[in-house]
């Protein structure tokens, strides 16, 4: 690589910028002040091996975040930049009110609601008072050394060269960051799934003036429908970035030691893209894995001794407080009796082409008002009645210093213990196997502390239906007596601590593919836990009992190694197609005359429809011949046949692996979906039996790459989904699923065996030579073999290295 040398002046501003936000020393209460450089220059080693991947050697903390600030922006420039100017406050600005953002930092539906939550966060100075606190409540030295680092690798690599991405070559919106902004961007990502979800609701919230005052009678949210929505909501987002993995224990490896497969599912697009490195501090840290874009420590991963992997969780991270307001006041509340004032944060933000924009924000003790939870949630704020969100994450700037805990873990003990100390994942549970044969579930999550108990004494009537159905909590704000608690190993108060989490440790296999912890081992299941961290003895997602069926299978097998977690991975089996195609081909074969009526009433030829489902393999792999097929029959017929309609066998919890089974062909919906599906592919110029490869695929460069997997609803492991649109012929571009997929395990020696694959390549840049070599990879199933020893990266034939100053 060359690297530009711009005027030492540029560099030095950059540098600067990147040194000067966060405070000097935790717990000064000094949260402005300036934070002088470490001693001594900043500098890395970047070793390229291939596929891209870099190597990045350093001899402290912050020339390591230097070294991977400077490779993160080399390869995602763009991407990171976008997400810098979101956390800066200023889309509206730069691209226009109304336009979407990429959702990758919050659920914002316009530039300028993005622009009021994250200017209302800088103004209020909220990461600044979490950087202020001492650790563990805080970040550590080490952490913020990372984050300080960061910032000056991506200042200097922006100094030293020409942005070549079409995506931001020239725009003003590229600029310098500050450590601050790095901060912030740990903190956006805790509260995705709490004020990040609601941004559109909390920064639009206003109160009832006028005429509005005076419809005190306003209906109530329908609890019956809330509780629906609320399930459906929750459920969409694990759908939307599941996971699964699965760790093997010694009993049922060849070797005795533990194997790890993890399998997470992202966005392939966005902010919320996997970077993969390996990080590495003589004497101090060397792991490898992949991070989100713009957070300094690797985030899923493994090192010489365990390997973890992440999945999204089925805990609530929020909980809703209801107000009663004062009449004569509605942005008082009372409590025990005693009015409190909300606090009004008033928030402007600059627009293209336009006036600035001025909202206010109204904020109470339990966190701010919002009048919705979802679409299909409304929380309406009334003269008498206001809801307000608790978000715990907003407190928690402890996700890094976690999974650097993980980085330096020996043992799956040492991960539970860095959970233990620093109590900061937001939203996902750990899977975890090591070396010596151990392995870990558990479901250490941030959750506010609302206990079974807690919710039957304080419920509302709207969180007496959605506690049950869904864990979301609403609370009766006006009682003291409905506070949260602390549990007293909890390091944030109103949280759960370690020991009330599900966990599960040296079971023969745990696995999780975004359910609840109960079936981690259908032969040691786990119960126990309050509800809101997931339901017990309740139907799965197809997924999840595929993939229990597949580990558990694997684990009763015995002798595993990592060639039988590649296998799995690529397996593509479809869990539904062995439970329902066979029928579905006999039950076509069966219709009079071979035709089937649509949903409009149009008569359709079927009996080709019936030959290809009967011949299909029922795989998803990109050849398979009837895959495409199914999968628009199986979004018909389950999105409009209720679960215990579905099937002839109603799902048993004592028996969940094989329940509920046999198809239930004579619903009338049946023939229908059928019918619509041959027709919506025949419109779409699709032929029944086409390739899925040819209509489930990437762009590159001009060229289609095909892609293997399949959707959320057929429960395939390798889980890929893409947009329909039939006017454009079928399927666009693949938007999610299968990303930094690892298949690790130990032999003994000081290496571990991984075998790695970043689905959607490392870089975003179509101008780069690592921008769908990977994919392609992922096309033909085919894997990295990862290069973690020293004598291994540097016998690298791809081998590059690139050495960097501050």
């Excluded at 609302?450 to 704000?477: K, N």
């Excluded at 571009?733 to 298949?743: I, L, M």
């Amino acid at each position: 690589m060359r690297i530009r040398h711009r005027a030492v002046a540029v560099v030095a501003a950059v540098l600067f910028a990147a040194a000067g936000s966060l405070p000097a020393t935790a717990g000064t209460g000094a949260a402005h002040q300036r934070e002088r450089p470490s001693a001594g220059r900043l500098s890395a080693e970047i070793r390229y091996t291939e596929y891209g991947i870099p190597h990045i050697l350093a001899k402290d903390y912050a020339s390591l975040g230097f070294g991977e600030g400077y490779a993160q922006a080399a390869d995602q420039v763009c991407t990171l930049a976008d997400g810098f100017v979101t956390l800066r406050g200023e889309r509206a600005r730069h691209f226009g009110a109304d336009a979407k953002p990429d959702g990758s930092l919050s659920s914002a539906s316009t530039n300028l609601t993005s622009d009021l939550y994250f200017r209302g966060v800088r103004e209020a100075h909220t990461v600044e008072k979490l950087l202020a606190e001492r650790a563990p409540l805080g970040p550590s030295t080490q952490v913020r050394d990372l984050m300080r680092g960061w910032a000056a690798g991506y200042n200097t690599w922006l100094a030293r060269h020409e942005i070549t991405d079409p995506a931001c070559r020239g725009p003003r919106w590229v600029k310098p960051v500050t450590s601050l902004d790095v901060a912030v961007r740990g903190y956006a990502v805790a509260v995705l799934a709490g004020e990040g979800r609601a941004v559109d609701a909390l920064t639009t919230a206003t109160p009832p003036t006028g005429g509005t005052a005076d419809r005190s009678s306003e209906a109530a949210p329908d609890p019956r429908a809330a509780a629906r929505a609320a399930r459906e909501l929750f459920a969409q987002d694990r759908a939307d970035m599941g996971s699964n993995a699965v760790a093997f224990s010694g009993a049922t490896t060849a070797n005795g030691r533990g194997l790890l497969l993890g399998n997470p599912h992202y966005p392939w697009q966005g902010g919320r893209r996997f970077w993969q490195a390996q990080l590495t501090v003589p004497g101090e840290l060397d792991v490898a894995g992949g991070s989100l874009l713009g957070l300094p420590i690797t985030s899923i991963g493994f090192n010489s001794r365990v390997a973890w992997s992440h999945t999204v969780a089925t805990g609530v991270p929020e909980n809703v407080y209801r107000l009663d307001l004062d009449p004569s006041d509605p942005t008082v509340y009372l409590v025990d009796g005693r009015r409190e004032r909300m606090t009004k944060r008033t928030v402007t933000v600059a627009v293209k082409d336009g006036p600035p924009v001025t909202r206010t924000q109204w904020w109470t003790r339990y966190g701010p008002v919002l009048t919705s939870l979802g679409p299909q949630i409304p929380l309406p704020w009334t003269a008498t009645t206001a809801y307000a969100l608790n978000d715990p994450n907003a407190a928690n700037l402890r996700f890094a210093d976690t999974s650097l805990g993980f980085a330096k873990a020996r043992s799956t003990a040492d991960v539970r213990r860095s959970l233990e100390r620093h109590q900061g994942l937001p939203w996902v549970n750990t899977v975890a196997a090591d070396s010596s044969g151990h392995s870990l579930f558990t479901q250490s999550q941030l959750l506010p502390r609302v206990t079974d108990g807690l919710a039957a004494r304080c419920s509302t009537p709207l969180g007496a239906a959605t506690y049950p159905a869904a864990g979301l909590a609403v609370l009766d704000g006006s009682r003291r007596a409905c506070a949260l608690g602390r549990d007293e190993d909890a390091v944030q108060a109103g949280t759960f601590g370690p020991s009330r989490m599900p966990t599960l440790e040296d079971a023969p296999y745990v696995e999780n593919s975004n359910d609840s912890a109960w079936l981690t081992n259908a032969d040691r299941p786990l119960t126990g836990y309050e509800r809101i961290f997931g339901t017990v003895a309740m139907p799965s997602s197809p997924r999840t009992r595929g993939a229990v069926q597949d580990v558990s299978a694997l684990a009763a097998r015995g002798g595993l190694t990592v060639r039988d977690l590649q296998r799995q991975q690529f397996a593509d089996r479809v869990p539904v197609a062995d439970l329902a195609a066979a029928d579905t081909a006999r039950a076509c074969a069966a219709l009079p005359g071979g035709t089937a009526t649509a949903s409009d009433g149009t008569a359709v030829k079927v009996g080709e429809a019936c030959r290809v489902l009967a011949a299909w393999d029922r795989t998803v792999g990109t050849g398979s011949r009837g895959a495409l097929l199914f999968d628009r029959f199986w979004r018909k017929l389950s999105g409009s046949v209720p679960q215990d309609q579905l099937w002839k066998v109603p799902f048993s919890a004592a028996d969940p692996l094989r329940t509920p089974r046999t198809l239930n062909t004579a619903v009338p919906a049946f023939a229908t979906a059928l019918a619509d599906a041959v027709r919506e592919l025949g419109r779409a110029g699709i032929g029944l039996d086409e390739p899925l490869g040819a209509h489930q695929f990437v762009v590159r460069n001009g060229k289609r790459v095909p892609v293997p997997g399949g959707t959320e609803a057929l429960g395939v492991w390798n889980k890929v989904d893409s947009r329909w649109d039939a006017p454009a012929g079928g399927y666009t571009e693949v938007v999610t699923g299968s990303s930094h997929v690892q298949a690790v395990g130990w032999d003994g020696g000081r290496c571990p065996v991984a075998r790695t694959l970043l689905t959607y390549s490392q870089s975003s840049n179509p101008n780069s030579a690592h921008y769908a070599d990977q994919t392609r990879l992922f096309s033909r199933g085919e894997w990295v073999t990862f290069r973690f020893c020293e004598r291994d990266i540097r016998s690298s034939p791809a081998l590059r290295v690139v050495r960097v100053r501050g």
